[in-house]
C-alpha cells in the first residue's frame, strides 16, 4: 500500500483533500499538526494526512470514511463463492502503468504546493537569482538584475518574473532587418560550427528573394569545412539565386562586382579558439569593398552558456559584428546564456531563429520574443 501526505489549514480540508484525490473509501495511516518552522506573523501551522487509495474492501474497517456507513448496512450472510472466484484477477501493466502515473502526478503536485510556500518567505532578491540561474543567467547579470528586485513588495513569482522582464527589455537592443534596407549591400554570418549559420544565411536568401523581390546573390568563403560548398549550393538552387565560391580578396571582389545584386549573402567558416584564420580571411574581403555598408552578424544558438558567450564576443572581435542572430529556441528551456552574448558588451539582436524551416523560421527580432524563451510567464 503507497501512502500520501495531503495538508490542509484544519482537519475538513485536509480530509477533503483525501477524498478528492483518492476517493470516499481511502485508509487513513494517521493525522498530524505541523509548523513551517518560522516564528511570529510568519509562522504558519497545518494539518499533515497520511493516506493511501483502499486496495481492498477489508480496509473500510479501519477506513474513517466507511466505517459509519458500514455500521449502518445489516449484516449479509457472505455470498458462495467458486474456488475460481476467490482469485482476484491481476492488474495488467497498463493499469498498473496508469496508477503510477497518477500517484506520480499527486507527488508531483504536493512537492510544488511546497515549495511555492516555502519560496513565498525568500528575500525577493534570493527569488529573483534563484529565477535567473534557472533560465541561464549568471555572474554580474544576474546579480544587477537580483539587486534591483530587492525593491519589489514580496509576491508571487509571476510579478517577479514580469519585474524582471521589464529590466531585462530596457536593456535589450533591437536591430531592424538589414534585407529590408534600401540600397546595395553585403551581409555575412559568422560563429561557431554547428549553430545554424548556413541555415541562417539561407533563410534570409530566401526571404529577400522569395518574398520582398531582391535580387540576391550568395558567396561562400567556407571552403575549410568538408561538404560545406556543396551544401549551400543546394539551398542556392532551390532558392533560384547566384552562387559563387571565393577563396581569397581578389576572387571575392570580382564576384561582387560581376553580381551586381542588391544583397550579397556571405557565407563563412566557424572559428575555434585556436585558429581564426577564417575571420582573418573574411576581413580581408571585405576591406576590398568600399561602395556599399557591409552588416556582420554573429550566430549563437539559444542554448550557449553564458561563460561561452562571454568569451565568444572575444573570439570574434575582427570583424567586429554588428548585430546577433540567436537560433535554435525551439532547443532548449534555458536560453538565458545569449541574453549575455547581447547585453555584457551590449549587441544589437536582428533575428530569431525556431526551426528550420526556410525561410518560415526565421523572425525579426523583438525584445517579447526573446524574454518568452528566456523568462515565459506562466499561465
Known sequence: MQFET??????????????????????????????????GWLGKTFVEVLAAPSDHPSSARANPFSRQTAERRPAAAPPTRSRESDKSPAPSSAARGARAELTLGRELRLIRSMLEELSLVRKPRDRAGSLLQAAGIEGALAASLAGQAARVPKADSTVLINFLRKKLAERIQVAESPIEKPGRR???????????????????????????????????????????????????????????????????????????????????AGVS????????????????????????????????????????????????????????????DQAGGALHTALDHPLPVTYLCDGPRVPEDLHDASAEMLLDAVLPVST
Do not use: W
Open 273 to 332: 579558439t585556436a585558429d581564426n584564420g577564417s575571420m582573418q580571411r573574411l576581413a580581408d574581403c571585405l576591406t576590398a569593398i568600399t561602395d556599399r555598408p557591409v552588416d556582420i552578424l554573429l550566430v549563437v544558438q539559444a542554448a550557449i552558456r553564458a561563460r561561452d558567450a562571454e568569451r565568444l564576443r572575444g573570439v570574434y572581435r575582427a570583424p567586429a559584428p554588428t548585430g546577433l542572430v540567436i537560433t535554435k529556441l525551439d532547443e532548449t
Open 186 to 268: 553585403i551581409i555575412t554570418c559568422i560563429g561557431p560550427t554547428g549553430v545554424g549559420k548556413t541555415t541562417s544565411l539561407a533563410k534570409l536568401a530566401a526571404r529577400a528573394s522569395l518574398e520582398l523581390g531582391r535580387s540576391v546573390s550568395v558567396i561562400t568563403l567556407d571552403t575549410f569545412r568538408v561538404g560545406a560548398v556543396e551544401q549551400m549550393r543546394r539551398f542556392v538552387e532551390l532558392i533560384g539565386v547566384p552562387f559563387d565560391v571565393a577563396r581569397d580578396r581578389a576572387s571575392f571582389a570580382q564576384a561582387v562586382a560581376q553580381r551586381r545584386a542588391d544583397l550579397t549573402l556571405v557565407d563563412t
Open 6 to 39: 495531503f495538508r490542509g489549514r484544519n482537519v475538513e480540508e485536509a480530509l477533503a483533500a483525501v477524498r478528492a484525490a483518492l476517493g470516499p473509501d481511502a485508509f487513513i495511516e494517521s493525522t498530524r499538526h505541523v509548523s513551517n518552522g518560522e516564528k
